[in-house]
């Protein structure tokens, strides 16, 4: 079993940025792909970005892609999303997800083996 924890959320003007932690507070992340996905109000819960267990290959949605990165320290059995130039449409609710592996994350019949509890992140204009 694995407990997963976010913390940085706030709030932040256009433009700024901000870092997201994921820390497994039970278990380890070592051999588990991770991700961060974001809920805004009225929308379905969408990827953001995945990163690979072995060869941290990472993945990103079109709509972060140059502007967010993740990365992972499996020593600190935690993962990050360092969020830069943000936009008022990153306005949601961040939460980090666990599968066994990439696939599974960003496959059709995507199957999240553990959630966190989320953290908000707003942007204002």
């Known amino acids: 079993q694995v407990q997963l924890a976010e913390s940085g959320g706030g709030f932040v003007e256009a433009g700024g940025s901000l870092k997201l932690s994921c820390r497994a507070s039970?278990?380890?992340?070592?051999?588990?792909?991770m991700a961060w996905f974001r809920q805004a109000p009225g929308k379905e819960r969408a990827l953001v970005a995945a990163?690979?267990?072995?060869?941290?290959?990472?993945v990103y949605a079109r709509s972060v892609d140059g502007r967010f990165i993740i990365s992972r320290d499996d020593a600190k059995n935690t993962v990050f999303l360092e969020m830069n130039s943000l936009k008022p449409v990153d306005t949601a609710v961040y939460f980090c997800?666990?599968?066994?592996?990439?696939?599974?994350?960003?496959?059709?019949?995507?199957?999240?083996?553990?959630w966190g509890q989320g953290t908000q992140v707003t942007v204002s204009s």
């Open positions: 039970e278990g380890t992340l070592v051999n588990l792909a």
């Open positions: 997800a666990a599968a066994l592996t990439l696939d599974q994350i960003m496959g059709a019949n995507r199957r999240i083996n553990y």
């Open positions: 990163i690979n267990d072995q060869n941290f290959k990472t």
